[in-house]
């Protein structure tokens, strides 16, 4: 099993490189400050840990040193407020926490990927945490997915989710968890895809962990990624699986969806396959971009062209495919945006990595979904990989170039500054933290510092606001070591 340099998004050589010399400490207590004070009754929102109405975030620290154990891994827990979150109001939890499963070992990478959803339905969110190299008896690195528990105190406790004795690397990709109703009975379900295999897990959930009723493991393609999202309106949530073959390096795109006729291309017996051939990406995310009430679907293509690849832009893409009742029309014609579209700032340039992360969320409150577009590789100056996000439009007409904005760390009033390798972007996602109608913008910067960082910008009715951006440092939120900080967000 690889050790090391955690599995990227992006394999850029100019990327820095990691050591594994580690001397510093992780506090492992599992509150570091309360959450607050629920209501009686919780939200119900599907990223709410503590049920008081707003949004949450979790981040991953996947190479955080937890006591003296370097690259055990930790998850920082930040909970929204009518100010949005701060470093004095949030939750670390490792696997040494109270009620947590598991011991924090070296290598365990706690934290290397992340869902919430309400899995046990009792209107609290809670959170799904893959372990990328957790060891099981004599199965060395072969990963684990925890659940942690939401209530009125925020997340405390947790479970282990069975896992398939035969398999290894088990929900360990920052993609490879998701959450949501699959099978459309109204209950919130688990999906873990890990070397090239995928299983469904069925809610409620027991505290144990124990769900309803797990199906079959099955092979989707060489992929360790899962996108989830309704495309088609109906009660059931699909799933995307994309994944690259030797004729198609691109990445070949197939979605999962509930039919309880049942599918002959598939062996889950009320799912049927249908495929995307002329879609391509690597990762991917779901909204409702042109607001006609289905889900689109965002598939990302970073990788520059070539000789394996011919297609795409240089430096990256993103392509949404739109929903319909009978989900994305396999002969639509796709909206293409890269940083050479017009309107779309930057330009396209070899190891941009536009589309490494992107999120969906409704920016400026005009009912249709935004697109977040994380570039960590871009150079800004002399300042390389320092990285950017690029945020584009949704529009009754579907996503646009036109009225983009570009942020690096050098846009005025954003916390830090544009250095080598820092990587901005790394990861995105955008959730409303502080219940105003607007989604707020979470940016990962991977390598800031040797130990990550995530950066916060306000959703508004003009766009992102700059001003009063927030940034938390890995030492910040009590993180120690070269951490990872931001590396993963939970979407």
Do not use: C
Request: proline share 5%; net charge negative.
């Amino acid at each position: 099993m690889p050790r090391g340099i955690p599995r990227l998004p992006l394999e850029k050589p100019v990327l820095r490189k990691r050591t594994l010399l580690l001397a510093a400490t992780l506090t492992t207590g599992l509150l570091t400050a309360l959450p607050g004070t629920a209501s009686a009754a919780p939200s119900g929102l599907a990223s709410d840990f503590n049920g008081d109405g707003y949004r949450d975030v979790a981040i991953g620290a996947m190479s955080a040193t937890v006591g003296s154990v370097p690259y055990a891994g930790a998850v920082v827990v930040m909970y929204g407020s009518s100010s949005g979150v701060s470093a004095a109001k949030k939750t670390v939890i490792t696997q040494n926490s109270t009620g947590v499963p598991g011991t924090a070992e070296t290598d365990d990478r706690f934290g290397s990927s992340l869902a919430a959803g309400d899995l046990n339905a009792d209107g609290y969110a809670d959170l799904v945490v893959g372990s990328q190299y957790e060891s099981i008896g004599d199965r060395d690195g072969v990963g684990t997915a925890t659940v942690i528990w939401g209530g009125r105190s925020g997340l405390t406790g947790g479970s282990t989710l069975p896992q398939p004795s035969y398999l290894s690397e088990w929900g360990g990709h920052s993609s490879g968890v998701a959450t949501g109703d699959f099978d459309g009975d109204g209950k919130t379900d688990v999906t873990i895809t890990g070397q090239s295999y995928t299983g469904l897990y069925k809610g409620p959930f027991a505290r144990t962990g124990k769900p309803v009723s797990e199906t079959g493991v099955y092979e989707v393609g060489s992929t360790y990624d899962v996108i989830a999202g309704n495309l088609n309106g109906g009660k059931a949530a699909e799933r995307v699986y994309p994944y690259a073959t030797d004729a198609d390096q691109g990445g070949v795109i197939g979605y999962l969806r509930h039919d309880p006729a049942g599918g002959e291309t598939h062996p889950e017996s009320d799912y049927a396959e249908t495929m995307l051939p002329k879609a391509d990406g690597s990762l991917g995310t779901v909204g409702d971009i042109n607001g006609d009430g289905y889900g689109d679907l965002v598939l990302a293509d970073y990788a520059d062209p070539r000789s394996g690849k011919p297609g795409g832009h240089k430096g990256g893409q993103i392509t949404v495919w739109y929903g319909s009742a009978t989900g994305p029309d396999p002969a639509q014609k796709p909206t293409v945006i890269h940083q050479d579209t017009a309107g779309v700032p930057g330009a396209g340039e070899s190891d941009d990595v536009f589309g490494a992360a992107v999120s969906v969320g409704d920016i400026n409150g005009d009912k249709y979904a935004d697109v977040a577009v994380g570039a960590p590789g871009e150079d800004n100056g002399t300042a390389r990989d320092s990285g950017s996000v690029t945020v584009l439009l949704g529009s009754a007409t579907g996503l646009k170039g036109s009225g983009a904005k570009s942020y690096t760390q050098n846009t005025p009033s954003v916390p830090g500054s544009n250095e080598t390798n820092d990587a901005f972007g790394q990861s995105v996602r955008l959730i409303d933290l502080d219940k105003n109608g607007k989604a707020d913008l979470v940016a990962g910067t991977g390598y800031e510092n040797g130990h990550g960082a995530i950066t916060v910008l306000r959703g508004s009715a003009s766009g992102l606001i700059t001003t009063g951006a927030k940034s938390f440092t890995a030492p910040a939120v009590s993180l120690k070591g070269n951490a990872d900080f931001g590396w993963a967000i939970a979407q």
